[in-house]
Each structure stands twice: as C-alpha cells, then as structure tokens.
C-alpha cells in the first residue's frame, strides 16, 4: 500500500491564480480531511468528508473548495490564492470519522504552497 | 478559536533531561491522541488514550489521560537526539480531530 499520496510537493503561485492539491489513498478509508499547518498554529482543519458524495468545513475553510466523487482521491482547490495561504498543506485519512476510537490518521508527506 | 490548548510552545533540553508537554481541552473529550512529528516531516499517530486515568508507555514516553478526560500529557524520561520534533495532541469534536499548537523539542548532545 502507498498509504496517502499528496502532489505535487512543492507550489509557488502567483497571487489570483488557481490550482487543485491532489490527495489519494489506497486503504479504503471513508474518513479524508485537509489540515493546514503554520509555524506556532499547529495543525488547522481546512475541510473533511466522511464519505464520498460528503463534505464538511473544519476550523479554516475560506478560500478553498472540496469535492468527493471517489473513496480514494479529496482534492482541495484554490480558485484565487493569496498570501495568506502560503502555508504546509496535509492531507490524512482514516478508517472511520475523525477522531474516533481505534482510528487513528494517516499523512500524506504535505505540499508546501508559496503564494506570491 | 483553538479548541486544545497545549503547552509549551518550545522547549530546549539537554540529552539525557526529561520533558513532558500538556494539552487542556475545553470540553470532555472521548478519546485523546498524540502524534510526533519529525523536522521536515509528517505527523505520525504514536497513541490513543480513552479511559479517564488512562496511563500508557512506549519505552521511554510516557503518555497520561486526566480523571475528567480534558487533559492529557506526554513525558520522555532520559531524552535523546531520536526525540527531536513537534508533539501534537488531538482531540475529537463530532467529526473533527482538533489538534492542539503542538511542542517543538530540541536536544542538545
């Protein structure tokens, strides 16, 4: 199994531009989320789906979009990047809700996103 | 805002020192987790804590779950190089893991 797969690992972009971070895994898991993480911010919740066909806000979801048309692949978009979204993005995964017992989540290894 | 408060931020020890990090919630929580992760990596899952009381170890980590399950810490007795990285607690709030600031530990040999 390749666990959780992000892509790509590096980004630069340009301010207003556009671009989808992929996230697929292979060990059929229902629950999928995206974190965000800066220096002294940990690790903040973007959006999360537990299911395909559902998706919820977390903590952080301005400026990003989320769809789940398959188990394996949450991709997260940006339709207008700012500054303010240079940041380390992770993707993770687990078998049922987060944080539910007996459940713990898997990370992809992150796409860090320069925004211009 | 930040649902888990975790505390401290930084700590610098010296090999050989022990180190421990908190985390507070500010609801009951079911079940706490904590994840390492290493510099330039990703956060990886080290345990789950249910009960209220709950102790566990890992060798030298010790990890603890209070009586009210709103707070939980994590011990390293004798630290060594190895341990370097953020710890991060976790909490479930419905369908969210809600993970604290994390503690960035540094050791030096």
């Known amino acids: 199994n390749a666990g959780v797969t992000q892509t790509p690992k590096f980004q630069v972009l340009k301010t207003g531009q556009s671009m989808t971070l992929q996230c697929a895994q292979d060990m059929n898991h229902e629950y999928m989320s995206w974190y965000r993480q800066d220096p002294g911010m940990g690790l903040r919740l973007i959006h999360y789906s537990v299911g395909a066909g559902i998706t919820d806000q977390g903590e952080v979801p301005n400026g990003y979009n989320v769809s789940r048309s398959t188990t394996e692949d949450f991709p997260l978009r940006l339709l207008s990047a700012a500054p303010s979204q240079t940041s380390v993005y992770f993707c993770?995964?687990?078998?049922?809700?987060?944080?539910?017992?007996?459940?713990?989540?898997?990370f992809g290894n992150g796409t860090r996103l320069t925004v211009t | 805002g930040q649902q888990v408060m975790q505390i401290p931020q930084y700590q610098h020890v010296q090999e050989g020192e022990d180190f421990t990090t908190y985390c507070n919630s500010s609801?009951?929580?079911?079940?706490i987790q904590w994840y390492k992760q290493r510099p330039g990596g990703h956060p990886v899952f080290l345990i789950q804590?249910?009960?209220?009381?709950e102790v566990k170890k890992q060798k030298r980590l010790t990890f603890q779950f209070g009586e009210a399950k709103k707070n939980s810490s994590l011990h390293i007795t004798a630290t060594q190089t190895t341990d370097v990285g953020t710890y991060f607690c976790a909490g479930p709030y419905g369908n969210k893991l809600v993970f604290g600031a994390g503690t960035i530990l540094r050791v030096k040999s």
């Open positions: 609801t009951t929580l079911s079940n």
């Open positions: 993770a995964s687990s078998l049922y809700g987060g944080g539910a017992s007996n459940s713990p989540l898997h």
């Open positions: 804590l249910v009960k209220s009381g």
